[in-house]
């Protein structure tokens, strides 16, 4: 008797673990695009930057979570050419900024989630040069396309080099401490 008590309790625990278990759409990393944008007192750069990989959690249709690693050894500078397009991408991945020799990549995990609409209201946490910080968008989802627009506050992640809130008397080097990154992906 005591066995078949405890063969229905293991059948009910798979029923209700079964139930629970959510998809995971992975995202088309090589349809998917991560644009950015840096701001400095005199001007802007603006680049591209790979996702390595990355996936949705889905429950029945609805996002529940997920995880997006980024490779920042391919951060690009679009808006240069030649000389000044190499030695901006070298600044970049040196220490001064994102480190991309010890820190080949960075990391986002979506922790909870509101529906609203098309659109959810994430809050995760974002992971740059080792560094872990909370952080919370709106993103658009919508038949296998997400697509988000927000700004990070790169003095969170110890990325100070020219800026305003750390050094004094930078005039017109002085460079924003947030940058916005523009993300489309399809899964």
């Not at 480190?99 to 986002?108: L, W």
């Not at 992971?127 to 038949?143: E, H, Y």
């Amino acid at each position: 008797m005591n066995y078949l008590k405890s063969l229905m309790a293991s059948v009910i625990i798979a029923a209700v673990s079964f139930n629970t278990v959510n998809a995971q759409d992975k995202v088309n990393v090589k349809e998917s695009t991560i644009k950015w944008e840096g701001e400095k007192l005199t001007g802007s750069h603006d680049g591209v930057i790979q996702m390595k990989e990355g996936f949705f959690l889905m429950d029945g249709g609805d996002l529940v979570g997920g995880e997006f690693i980024v490779d920042m050894t391919t951060i690009e500078v679009t808006d240069l050419e030649g000389d000044g397009k190499a030695k901006l991408e070298g600044h970049l991945n040196s220490d001064d900024f994102f480190g991309t020799e010890t820190h080949n990549d960075a990391k986002f995990t979506i922790n909870t989630v509101a529906k609203k609409g098309d659109t959810y209201g994430v809050s995760g946490e974002m992971t740059i040069k080792g560094k872990t910080n909370p952080i919370a968008f709106d993103l658009n989802m919508v038949n296998g396309k997400a697509s988000t627009e927000f700004k990070i506050d790169r003095t969170k992640y110890d990325i100070r080099y020219g800026s305003g809130s750390f050094f004094d008397n930078l005039g017109d080097k002085t460079i924003y401490d947030e940058f916005t990154l523009m993300i489309e992906m399809q899964y």
